[in-house]
């Protein structure tokens, strides 16, 4: 990952942030089940995840990896 990645892994806290798009956060959708905190803007859509445990997490993972990927083949 360089300094621009859109993902942080960070292994001392076992958490992960997936940027999905630019822009700030007006709100916050919090999924306890699935210890993930989704960052929304003014319109509701996801811009950021922050995955809390994400190793015991690969679905919510591999569901942020899928919005990025789709997030960047929008702004292709």
Do not use: N
């Not at 919510?60 to 929008?74: P, W």
Request: glycine letters at 6%; aromatic letters at 6%.
């Amino acid at each position: 990952m360089t300094a621009q990645s859109p993902v942080f892994y960070d292994p001392s806290t076992d958490s992960m942030y997936v940027t999905l798009g630019p822009g700030p956060a007006a709100r916050q959708r919090v999924e306890d089940d699935r210890d993930l905190v989704i960052d929304l803007d003014a319109e509701g859509r996801p811009v950021g995840y922050d995955i809390q445990f994400a190793s015991q997490h690969m679905d919510v993972v591999e569901e942020a990896l899928r919005l990025l990927r789709r997030s960047a083949t929008r702004a292709a």
